[in-house]
T-cell receptor
Framework: ETGVTQSPTHLIKTRGQQVTLRCSSQSGHNTVSWYQQALGQGPQFIFQ???????GRGNFPPRFSGLQFPNYSSELNVNALELDDSALYLC?????????FGPGTRLTVT | AQRVTQPEKLLSVFKGAPVELKCNYS??????LFWYVQYSRQRLQLLLR?????SIKGFTADLNKGETSFHLKKPFAQEEDSAMYYC???????????WGLGTSLAVNP
């Protein structure tokens, strides 16, 4: 059984650019949630996808968008990057209540 | 929004001492709460779910609706319990979820 994987591991972008982060869910999981974790903070819920549909969204602006594919892998897209978007982005997959987290993608916006 | 708060950012105890990590919640409906743990250089992982009533690694947590709390407890802390602990609501079903900031537990020899 393969765990949740995320790519890339690290990323440096310039303010105003766009970024796409990827997540492969654990085998058998149909739900993917994305979180933003700033330094010294807890994970903040961005949104969740269930069977390719958005199933819930936190307090993030529309420039944060996502996709889920038929194989349940997912992408997080962030447009018009701002300095405050610098954070660790976590993906978690599940098929019930327990979430299995990936290692995260560290995004730095300069 | 469903919000949980963890008032202690850092908790330091000696090995063998009891430990309690506090979590309070504010919910409009029935809460579904979890404790997640992150050991050094490892991923976040589920420790406890509020309805399971299990004891995992010696930890227990009881949902107290009167006090709106879900504190994590262990009678005798071990050095390997040193980690970051997050109280978290259930994700999904169009809920806006606010995780706690986390409590860093340090168990000293």
């Amino acid at each position: 059984e393969t765990g949740v994987t995320q790519s890339p591991t690290h990323l440096i972008k310039t303010r105003g650019q766009q970024v796409t982060l990827r997540c492969s869910s654990q085998s058998g999981h149909n739900t993917v949630s994305w979180y933003q974790q700033a330094l010294g903070q807890g994970p903040q819920f961005i949104f969740q996808y269930y069977r390719e549909e958005e199933n819930g969204r936190g307090n993030f602006p529309p420039r944060f968008s996502g996709l889920q594919f038929p194989n349940y892998s997912s992408e997080l897209n962030v447009n018009a990057l701002e300095l405050d978007d610098s954070a660790l982005y976590l993906c978690a997959s599940s098929n019930s209540y327990e979430q299995y987290f990936g290692p995260g993608t560290r995004l730095t916006v300069t | 929004a469903q919000r949980v708060t963890q008032p202690e950012k850092l908790l330091s105890v000696f090995k063998g001492a009891p430990v309690e990590l506090k979590c309070n919640y504010s919910y409009s409906g029935s809460p579904e709460l979890f404790w997640y743990v992150q050991y050094s250089r490892q991923r976040l992982q589920l420790l406890l779910r509020h309805i399971s009533r299990e004891s995992i690694k010696g930890f227990t947590a009881d949902l107290n609706k009167g006090e709106t709390s879900f504190h994590l407890k262990k009678p005798f802390a071990q050095e390997e319990d040193s980690a970051m602990y997050y109280c978290a609501p259930y994700a999904g079903n169009n809920r806006k979820l606010i995780w706690g900031l986390g409590t860093s537990l340090a168990v000293n020899p």
